[in-house]
């Protein structure tokens, strides 16, 4: 009678830890995925590919001595996804395998998705970011233009080639010698009087003589301006300012734009009840610089000495489009 009480004790306690193994292993959320092994895009990385769902293998290097182990191979595996997994490249849903095997093709001809309590699913959304940079430029343009009249061509060319010498003699002085200096127009055109009913008269020539210069030394804007004024320049096209060593506000403007990207990817998937396991596809869209400002075009014989310039900051946009795989349900 004792030895009968023992071996029912026995029976209860071997029922007893097979239940609680079947409980812990239910809540664990055991599934079983039936597919075509792949390999990704992460060296070393394999998947199973299931009715176009992926399943990243966490510990495929159990299995890889395996004679069956290849692509294209039709398995059974049985085991966990692991949605608090992160990896490189995010290429299907994280899963850890607990057994793994080769499977025939079935009847159906087709590969099976997983199987048991996980009813999530995976879902695209596709968003962009976009950012503004505020930059200070680093560069100044100046157009300067010396215009002289006369009756006669050739003394209004003579004129303005003397002029012209002593202006860009004082131009390359005061801009110093960091300074690009270089002819960007000239031209002689005849001035002319219209009458009703008469062919036009000639009256005269003008002749304007155009000199650019860019500097990087934005200090020495309105000592330029000044200084050429003196020589005998009397027209200015106009000033512009612009930012030559633009990578590092470029770079800036597209990481906060692809961090906007992201974000809203995140809150798209928490209104849905879900996260972001990987990013698709990422596509710049552009960074772009405002049309440079300028000043108005300026009468030199009006202005005073020491001119007074005043520079603004430069607005460098960026835009990014990008498609994020989401996890819901």
């Known amino acids: 009678m004792r030895r009968l009480f023992t071996i029912f004790g026995i029976l209860a ?14 809540e664990v959320g055991q599934n079983t995925v039936r597919g075509r092994l792949q390999k990704t895009v992460e060296p070393g990385g394999w998947l199973i590919v299931a009715d176009g769902q992926k399943y990243l293998l966490l510990n495929a290097q159990r299995y890889q001595n395996e004679s069956w182990f290849k692509e294209t191979t039709e398995v059974e595996a049985t085991g966990s996804t692991k949605s608090d997994v992160m990896t490189t490249y995010m290429e299907g849903t994280p899963f850890e395998v607990r057994s793994l095997r080769p499977l025939a093709q079935g009847p159906g001809g087709g590969n099976q998705a997983v199987t048991g309590g996980d009813t999530r699913r995976l879902t695209r959304v596709t968003v962009s970011g976009d950012s503004i940079v505020q930059a200070q430029p680093d560069t100044a343009i100046i157009t300067i233009s010396v215009v002289t009249q006369s009756k006669r061509a050739i003394e209004a060319q003579q004129e303005n080639a003397a002029k012209s010498d002593s202006v860009v003699r004082a131009l390359k002085a005061a801009a110093g010698p960091g300074a690009e200096v270089k002819t960007s127009g000239y031209s002689l055109q ?18 304007r003589n155009s000199v650019t210069a860019t500097l990087g030394d934005l200090s020495k804007v309105g000592a330029v301006i000044d200084a050429t004024a003196q020589a005998g320049a009397n027209d200015i096209t106009g000033i512009a300012f612009t930012l030559r060593r633009d990578r590092p506000a470029r770079d800036e403007a597209l990481g906060k734009a692809t961090q906007e990207a992201i974000g809203k990817a995140r809150v798209i998937a928490q209104a849905l009840g879900g996260q972001v396991v990987r990013i698709v596809e990422v596509q710049e869209e552009g ?19 020491q001119t007074p310039i005043e520079i603004g900051s430069l607005d460098i946009t960026s835009r990014v489009q990008l498609i994020a795989e989401v996890q819901v349900g």
């Open 13 to 26: 306690l071997v029922t007893l830890f097979a239940s609680q193994q079947g409980l812990a292993e239910a």
């Open 190 to 207: 005849p001035q002319r009087i219209y009458r009703e009913n008469q062919p036009p008269t000639i009256t005269g020539y003008e002749a």
């Open 287 to 305: 960074t772009t610089r405002p049309p440079v400002p300028m000043y108005e075009k300026m009468d030199m014989r009006t202005m005073a000495a």
